[in-house]
């Protein structure tokens, strides 16, 4: 079975542009969550999505959004792009939403704003 | 003060020695508590899954939970070259909750 996918795998942009990040879950997983990962403030909670609904949303400022698909896919934008936002960002699927289902991390896409 | 607090090391032992990993948390409402192994340019793996108190034991891994201190555990016996990677601890209140990870443990493990 294919794992999680992430596309693209690096991305550069400066400041002030928006970007949109990819993520493919594992066939039959309907919950799909995003983390920002940073050195100094490791994996942080950005929002979950099952079935195409926004189930909780982390402490990110409303620059930051997803979206998942009918299909389970899911797509994050972050708009007016600040250095800060430099970070590993990672998507994870899991069957259910249950924390004792097994979240299936991808490779993350590094974005870095310049 | 953070809600899970981990030291980021690195941590640098031997071939075949025990390691002892930790997690400080906050809040006394976590009841399910992870471990995660992230290999570099990889994304975490779990590796263990606790509910509650208690030990849980896999292979060479053995997590712990003390609830009452508010403190995890991960050690790993014998540990090899291959466990060399970076491991966070996660945890949540409720089922639905979100996880709330620590920022991760460097370890290496030299031949």
């Known amino acids: 079975k294919a794992g999680v996918t992430q596309t693209p795998r690096y991305l550069i942009k400066t400041r002030g542009q928006q970007v949109t990040l990819s993520c493919s879950p594992i066939s039959g997983h309907r919950s799909v969550s995003w983390y920002q990962q940073t050195p100094g403030q490791g994996l942080q909670f950005l929002f979950e999505y099952f079935s195409e609904t926004q189930r909780n949303k982390g402490n990110f400022p409303g620059r930051f959004s997803g979206r998942q698909f009918s299909n389970s896919r899911s797509e994050m934008n972050v708009s007016t792009l600040e250095l800060g936002d430099s970070a590993l960002y990672l998507c994870a699927s899991s069957p259910t939403v249950s924390p004792g289902d097994t979240q299936y991390f991808g490779p993350g896409t590094r974005l870095t704003v310049l | 003060q953070k809600e899970v607090e981990q030291d980021p090391g690195p941590l640098s032992v031997p071939e075949g020695a025990i390691v002892s990993l930790n997690c400080t948390y906050s809040n006394s409402a976590f009841q399910y508590f992870m471990w995660y192994r992230q290999y570099s340019r990889k994304g975490p793996e779990l590796l263990m899954y606790?509910?509650?108190?208690g030990n849980k034991e896999d292979g060479r891994f053995t997590a712990q939970v003390d609830k009452s201190s508010k403190y995890i555990s991960l050690f790993i016996r014998d540990s090899q070259p291959s466990d060399s990677a970076t491991y966070l601890c996660a945890m949540s209140a409720q089922v639905t909750d979100k996880l709330i990870f620590g920022t991760g443990t460097r370890l290496q493990v030299f031949p």
């Open positions: 606790t509910y509650s108190s």
